[in-house]
């Protein structure tokens, strides 16, 4: 499996289960929980392809997890940014676990997945 | 008035009028390096090639006697063994008087026993060992038995490649099968059956334990399985994984040892990538401890996330 | 002086001369005073030397000791009275000697230089000169010492012979390539500064210098036979000055 494609799986579960876990940390957004999974899911699912992408033309653990980061913790600070329908934002709750997922994401396309092999 | 002769000028006459008369002109003998049981090394100048070179001139005393015949099968050992853990041979031939010798490559480096007392950790020990076995494995793959393993043969040179050298008592494997019980070797890395005079790739094997242990603790390893254990963890203190290792390759019974030093290659390999050994059966928690060393970065990268979902649920 | 052994090779005999024993013990008298001639020659520097060094005796003293030494030497028959069975000849050369002295010593009284007496024209200056030379550690180990000092002779005597033999024969060169190599060992000097230095190639450096050793060694070993008692001990200090096997 290319490592993109690898990024987008991991990331995407990761989103499902960042969503999911909406419901633990903020239980107030129960009514939005679908939107707020699909929003993770397909958050996920871009920084999984970004950050994959990135890891198959640079092989750096260090490198690669914090590019992980700082584009996972991009994409939840403009999730976060977004309001919920009474208007509270809930910044560190969307962006602290969203970096994380971002450095495992990060993480898992260094490690696993193959990268193409440039000819010479 | 006769020549004054200083110590220095007498002990240079001694040695030099001994020297190998070589035929030609090619090379030059400048000075010997090292005697052993069975020929003398000497530093030689190519001078076609213009490089220095090393020449291993049979002890025989006389010319088709059994060391000369001893040294020629060395160098066709050698030439047939290619490898970059063996020293290659560049030609061979016969003294004026008739003995054998061959040239080969001269090793600037270190032997093992200098060598080891600057490496520092069990990763630096076992990477130069692993190269050791390496050699020796690829060495059984042509079906042929060292039989001498020892750190006096093994040496480090200065790009940090590994040689294994003095294969002089090498044999094929079919050959040692079928002739009458030799004995050679050097004790206490020799197994009790080559002892015998009845090598196989095991005892090339036990040797290699016997090797990595004398590594890792500096001694040589008693013959009793407990006492090798005790002295294993009171100096080196490897874990159990390894200490299993070096214990199934030092087994008295050559059966219960690794087949040949590539079984001993690949569960160094596995020990090393933090997999399950074949000489070590783990428990249950170890195996966790195992998987959870392996993916740790991993899981304590979840566990914060967990933890910190945990800490955003509490809060509220 | 270092001890060791390389590249155990056998050799036969030396064809000429037979060991110092067997000489002297020759019915013919000539046979006989050429044999004394030859250990004179062979042990007065490492006996004058010992003399110096471990009686302590006065040059002048030392050298009417060397000569009335080898003078009684011979009158008396001392060497028909080794055995070999119980020490090496050179052993028992130098305890006659340390007897010898002990004896004179107590005599107090000198050997005249006169008729019937064998006498060599021996070059006590040149010997006193080298004594300086001589490392202070050398001197504890008496046997030890006169050994030394023994293949020392031996070597340097050979050397002398050999300059004279290729100088007879038109091939100096080829010694004073061995001297300078050999004989004036330098860590910098390699077979091809030797070629320049003596417009060679390095093929002929190479070839003259095996000649040369090789003709240091035969020489050498016809000489050593000529100083031991029998033909055991010539294989035993063969073996142990060349590491060779005399078969």
Request: proline share 5%.
């Amino acid at each position: 499996m290319n490592k993109p494609l690898l990024g987008a799986l991991v990331g995407g579960i990761l989103g499902v289960f960042d969503g999911l876990t909406a419901l633990v940390s903020a239980p107030e957004t129960a009514p939005q929980i679908v939107g707020i999974i699909i929003g993770s899911t397909i958050k996920g699912l871009i920084v999984g392809v970004l950050v994959g992408w990135y890891a198959s033309r640079v092989h750096s653990l260090a490198k690669g997890m914090i590019v992980g980061l700082i584009v996972a913790a991009f994409f939840a600070l403009l999730i976060a940014a977004l309001p919920s329908p009474d208007g509270t934002h809930y910044y560190w709750e969307i962006i602290l676990p969203g970096s994380i997922v971002g450095l495992i994401v990060g993480y898992a396309t260094q490690k696993f997945g193959t990268a193409k092999v440039r000819a010479v | 008035m006769t020549t004054w002769l200083s110590n220095t000028v007498v002990d240079h006459l001694r040695v030099v009028a001994t020297w190998p008369e070589l035929p030609g002109d090619r090379y030059v003998i400048e000075r010997p390096i090292g005697r052993g049981g069975m020929g003398t090394v000497y530093v030689a100048r190519d001078t076609l090639l213009e490089r220095d070179v090393a020449i291993k001139v049979s002890n025989a005393p006389v010319a088709g006697s059994g060391l000369d015949e001893r040294l020629r099968q060395e160098a066709q050992v050698l030439a047939r063994l290619e490898h970059p853990g063996i020293v290659p041979v560049h030609d061979a031939g016969q003294l004026a008087d008739g003995r054998m010798f061959y040239v080969m490559k001269l090793v600037h480096g270190e032997t093992l026993s200098a060598h080891t007392k600057r490496l520092l950790g069990e990763a630096a020990i076992l990477g130069v060992f692993e190269r050791v076995t390496e050699t020796i494995a690829f060495a059984h793959e042509a079906g042929v038995i060292h039989r001498d393993l020892k750190p006096s043969n093994v040496m480090v040179g200065r790009f940090g490649e590994v040689l294994v050298l003095d294969w002089g008592v090498a044999k094929a494997i079919e050959e040692e099968a079928a002739a009458s019980a030799t004995r050679v070797g050097t004790p206490g890395f020799m197994p009790p059956e080559q002892a015998r005079g009845e090598a196989t790739s095991t005892s090339d094997v036990f040797a290699l334990g016997a090797l990595l242990f004398w590594m890792l603790t500096d001694a040589m390893p008693p013959p009793a399985r407990d006492d090798a254990l005790r002295v294993l963890n009171a100096a080196a203190r490897p874990p159990r994984r390894l200490a299993a290792i070096v214990l199934k390759c030092l087994a008295s019974e050559p059966s219960d040892r690794y087949s040949n030093a590539a079984a001993l290659a690949a569960d160094l390999a596995r020990y090393r990538a933090g997999q399950p050994v074949a000489a070590h059966r783990e428990t249950t928690l170890e195996r966790i401890g195992l998987w959870f060393i392996k993916y740790r970065t991993f899981i304590l990268l979840v566990a914060a996330y967990l933890v910190m979902r945990a800490m955003f649920a509490f809060v509220r | 002086m270092s001890t060791f052994a390389y590249a155990c090779r056998v050799i036969p005999f030396p064809a000429t001369r037979r060991s110092v024993l067997e000489r002297i013990q020759s019915d013919d008298r000539e046979v006989r005073r050429a044999a004394f001639g030859d250990l004179a020659e062979g042990y007065w520097r490492p006996s004058y030397h010992y003399l110096r060094l471990h009686w302590r005796l006065p040059a002048a003293s030392a050298e009417d000791m060397v000569q009335a030494f080898f003078t009684a030497a011979f009158e008396k028959q001392y060497v028909e009275r080794y055995d070999p069975a119980k020490a090496r000849f050179r052993t028992f050369l130098r305890t006659c000697l340390d007897r010898f002295v002990q004896n004179y010593q107590k005599a107090e009284r000198a050997e005249k230089r006169g008729g019937g007496q064998v006498h060599l024209p021996l070059d006590f200056p040149g010997a006193e000169r080298e004594l300086a030379a001589i490392a202070v550690q050398d001197r504890h180990d008496l046997d030890r010492f006169f050994h030394d000092e023994t293949v020392r002779d031996l070597f340097a005597r050979t050397i002398d012979a050999m300059r004279r033999a290729y100088d007879a024969e038109g091939k100096l060169i080829v010694f004073e390539v061995f001297e300078r190599h050999d004989l004036r060992p330098s860590p910098d000097l390699t077979y091809a500064t030797l070629a320049r230095e003596f417009d060679l190639t390095t093929a002929q450096v190479t070839n003259y210098l095996h000649a040369a050793r090789r003709r240091f060694r035969e020489q050498a070993l016809v000489n050593l036979r000529a100083l031991v008692g029998t033909d055991e001990e010539f294989r035993d200090e063969a073996r142990e000055l060349f590491g060779l096997e005399i078969s």
